[in-house]
């Protein structure tokens, strides 16, 4: 599993929970391109990548080459990607389930680690459903 995050604190702290949470039950690693990690899961030489915070000019063209491929490219809650949230995870259909379920659960656990980061800053660089999705609005 390749994971990646955005530039900001709160991406990473956010990441570090997920690492946290999938560390048992994947080999993990980062390679530092969003569109290579996820071209990489398309070619089926990971199952899957997870990210928060990045753009979607970070991405686009590897998310339709990922869905070409037959791999789901959704939001944490397995929804389909609608540009609403930067939360994204990109996966062989084997697999998204349970990356899903792992992940699905860390909301609490994300909001209490990153309750320090909700001041002005941090709030601002979230679009409405991340806000949302982390208690702040």
């Keep these: 599993l390749i994971y990646d995050h955005g530039h ?3 991406h990473k702290e956010i990441i570090n929970k997920v690492i946290d949470e999938l560390i048992m039950d994947f080999g993990l690693r980062t390679w530092g391109t969003t569109a290579w990690e996820m071209c990489a899961v ?5 199952d899957a990548f997870i990210c928060v915070g ?3 000019w970070d991405f686009a063209a590897a998310m339709c ?17 609608d540009n ?16 899903l379920n792992k992940v699905r659960g860390l909301d609490a ?3 209490k680690s990153i ?5 002005p800053g941090f ?3 979230l679009n409405l459903a991340e806000k949302k999705q982390n208690g702040l609005v």
């Design 54 to 56: 990045d753009k979607l």
């Design 109 to 111: 656990k994300i909001k």
């Design 8 to 10: 900001l604190d709160e």
């Design 115 to 119: 309750a320090h980061l909700a001041a």
């Design 84 to 99: 609403s949230t930067s939360y994204i995870l990109a996966a062989h259909p084997a697999v998204h389930k349970v990356i």
């Design 42 to 46: 398309a070619a089926g030489s990971v």
């Design 65 to 81: 080459i990922v869905q070409e491929a037959g791999y789901l490219f959704t939001d944490w809650q397995g929804r389909p990607w």
């Design 123 to 125: 709030a601002s660089s």
